[in-house]
């Protein structure tokens, strides 16, 4: 996917958004999050290995559309600091979902889905220090820019449409430059992030 796809994100949730606040089965909504990434590697066969958690943060815009009382539909663009132990990257990502809140009360919910994300700046500590990572699908590349995979959504509910969301995204693609990948060896990021919604309204004073 193109940078002119992803940047387009944005674009598209503004266009909504005047709709989204004057309709109450949608909302626009801000989503600061806390990320907690690592990353898997498997190596000649073995069982794959992961390196020590970062901690980073994010920030995005999410718009929601509501199909009823319990299930509602996510896409949002996000900025994040997806990373672990030693390397420091920032990722655009898309993420889609769609989600069921449960029980009588409706306070708890899940939800799954897939996202997408493209790298757009990151770098990484060696003996020598902090080195920017170069981002492609050669072999003098040192990282894949994209990545995608599937989420998985653990949903908290207040009354006044407070969402409290804890996402875990697993990747599918192998990060690894295209002509450095092997049969036996790969690298998948894995991120487990906490967020809240706030709506446009709110912060608008609509």
Same mark, same amino acid.
């Given at each position: 996917?193109?940078?002119?796809?992803? &940047?387009?994100?944005?674009?598209?949730? /503004?266009?909504?958004?005047?709709?989204?606040?004057?309709?109450? %089965?949608?909302?626009?909504?801000?989503?600061?999050?806390?990320?907690?990434?690592?990353?898997?590697?498997?190596?000649?066969?073995?069982?794959?290995?992961?390196?020590?958690?970062?901690?980073?943060?994010?920030?995005?815009?999410?718009?929601?559309? /509501?199909?009823?009382?319990?299930?509602? &539909?996510?896409?949002?663009?996000?900025?994040?600091? !997806?990373?672990?132990? @030693? =390397? +420091?990257?920032?990722?655009?990502?898309?993420?889609?979902?769609?989600?069921?809140?449960? @029980? %009588?009360?409706?306070?708890?919910?899940?939800? @799954?889905?897939?996202?997408?994300?493209?790298?757009?700046?990151?770098?990484?500590?060696? *003996?020598? @220090? #902090?080195?920017? &990572?170069? /981002?492609?699908? *050669?072999? =003098?590349?040192? !990282?894949? +820019?994209?990545?995608?995979?599937?989420?998985?959504?653990?949903?908290?509910?207040?009354?006044? $449409? &407070?969402?409290?969301?804890? *996402?875990?995204?697993?990747? $599918?693609?192998?990060?690894?430059?295209?002509?450095?990948?092997?049969?036996?060896? #790969?690298?998948?990021?894995? *991120?487990?992030?906490?967020?809240?919604?706030?709506?446009?309204?709110?912060?608008?004073?609509?």
């Amino acid at each position: 996917m193109s940078a002119k796809k992803y &940047f387009l994100i944005p674009v598209l949730l /503004f266009s909504i958004a005047s709709r989204a606040q004057n309709d109450p %089965k949608s909302l626009l909504v801000l989503k600061p999050s806390l990320n907690v990434g690592n990353i898997a590697i498997k190596r000649d066969g073995g069982d794959p290995s992961s390196a020590d958690n970062r901690v980073g943060y994010g920030i995005g815009l999410q718009f929601m559309q /509501f199909l009823g009382e319990r299930v509602f &539909f996510t896409l949002g663009g996000d900025l994040n600091s !997806r990373g672990y132990k @030693g =390397t +420091r990257v920032v990722y655009l990502d898309a993420p889609v979902s769609m989600n069921v809140m449960l @029980g %009588k009360h409706k306070i708890f919910g899940l939800g @799954g889905g897939a996202y997408a994300g493209m790298a757009l700046s990151g770098k990484y500590k060696g *003996t020598g @220090g #902090w080195t920017n &990572f170069k /981002f492609g699908e *050669t072999a =003098t590349d040192n !990282r894949s +820019r994209t990545d995608y995979g599937y989420l998985v959504n653990l949903i908290y509910q207040s009354p006044g $449409l &407070f969402f409290a969301t804890l *996402t875990l995204m697993s990747g $599918l693609k192998d990060i690894t430059p295209a002509d450095k990948q092997q049969d036996l060896y #790969w690298m998948k990021l894995r *991120t487990s992030q906490l967020s809240i919604v706030i709506p446009l309204n709110t912060i608008l004073g609509k």
